[in-house]
């Protein structure tokens, strides 16, 4: 192509500093280098994840940045040693790498990688600045170069601007009630926040043969749509005077098998627990923070109760998440059903704006033409 290593001037959502809107730059980004690949994001979506650096960690270290991580691409260019993409392969951006060669990786337990946390060298400038790397993704922009070990190449009759969600969002629900949960045959369970991850989490309970599917939203608005992916019932903390999980335990019989927090909140993910039953019940944690630590009683896990935690649903994102487009495209799970608003890039503070109301479940933002 005529860009191969070259420096690309484009588009990107830069964010300067916490607080504040994101700014529309032209920026450059650098040519691959070994291992690398060069990407052209043709959609990306606006995630909580992103938010939570946004707003809510207040590391000023951590800017100026380009945010984003749910998206979907085209293979512009390809650094030195790159032998699995090429020119054109259409891909998925992963923000756990997978390496394939540490304990993690030849682990089937875990899709953990000893590299996944590591913040690779930014490839992005503006105005003479080095901008950070977010996630090893960066899609709020039109280029981004990702290390080939969070690459994940896909059907290429896959609709970009519908498969980047696979990206973040429903694999880390859905993967968390199958893979994770192990959610069984014929039994209850109870989610927590019926955002894209929560209703990717009921669509993943219902697909594991869940009898009963128990939605918790203080947003009554939301009920429908989780109907729409499974849920048989729905509760509104807000309804009743007592602890949602008392509420939970009535309507089933001492609590339920399974729940799932897609809030990440640490109250929340102490009332998942605490509506599971004793013995057997299984808790997981979905929703992401880390700036509070969450609390329970101990005997709350001695009666026999399991808590878990599950990053990107347990998927491992290389082999994993072209099964998950693969099963999109097979029509066996929704994604289409996610998207509420589309947007364009120019669009971004919009985007995060209707996310911090809680008045979208997922915006997709086209970001470049295919």
């Not at 509420?247 to 627990?273: H, I, P, Q, W, Y």
Request: aromatic share 6%.
């Amino acid at each position: 192509m005529a860009t191969d290593g070259k420096i690309i001037k484009c588009k990107a959502a830069v964010a300067w500093e916490p607080n504040k809107p994101l700014v529309i730059e032209e920026i450059e980004v650098a040519p691959p280098q070994t291992n690398e690949v060069r990407i052209k994001i043709v959609a990306t979506a606006v995630c909580h994840t992103d938010l939570h650096h946004l707003l809510e960690t207040q590391e000023k270290d951590g800017f100026p940045v380009v945010l984003g991580h749910e998206a979907a691409g085209i293979v512009e260019s390809v650094g030195p040693g790159v032998t699995e993409f090429q020119p054109g392969d259409k891909v998925i951006p992963l923000f756990i790498s997978q390496c394939e060669e540490c304990r993690f990786c030849k682990s089937p337990k875990t899709n953990q990688c000893e590299k996944a946390w590591v913040t690779p060298e930014s490839r992005f400038t503006c105005k003479g600045k080095k901008v950070l790397q977010f996630s090893g993704t960066s899609t709020f922009s039109e280029y981004t170069v990702v290390n080939q070990m969070a690459v994940a190449k896909i059907d290429p009759t896959a609709p970009l601007d519908k498969v980047c969600l696979l990206g973040c969002g429903i694999c880390t629900g859905y993967g968390a009630a199958v893979n994770t949960a192990k959610v069984e045959p014929g039994s209850t369970c109870a989610v927590f926040g019926m955002g894209a991850v929560g209703l990717a989490a009921v669509m993943g309970c219902k697909a594991a043969g869940a009898k009963r599917i128990i939605a918790v939203d203080i947003n009554p608005d939301k009920f429908e749509k989780a109907k729409e992916f499974g849920a048989t019932d729905f509760v509104n903390p807000k309804d009743h005077s007592k602890p949602v999980s008392k509420v939970l335990s009535e309507m089933t019989d001492g609590g339920v098998d399974f729940s799932l927090e897609c809030v990440g909140n640490v109250g929340v993910m102490r009332s998942a627990l605490e509506s599971c039953i004793q013995g057997w019940g299984v808790s997981v944690i979905v929703g992401w923070t880390d700036l509070e630590d969450f609390s329970a009683r101990p005997v709350q896990l001695i009666a026999g109760r399991t808590w878990k935690g599950s990053a990107f649903g347990g998927f491992k994102g290389k082999q994993d998440v072209p099964q998950m487009v693969k099963k999109y495209l097979d029509k066996k799970i929704k994604v289409d059903e996610f998207i509420t608003h589309t947007m364009t890039l120019d669009q971004v503070n919009d985007a995060i704006e209707l996310m911090k109301q809680g008045k979208c479940i997922r915006t997709v933002m086209t970001v470049s033409s295919q």
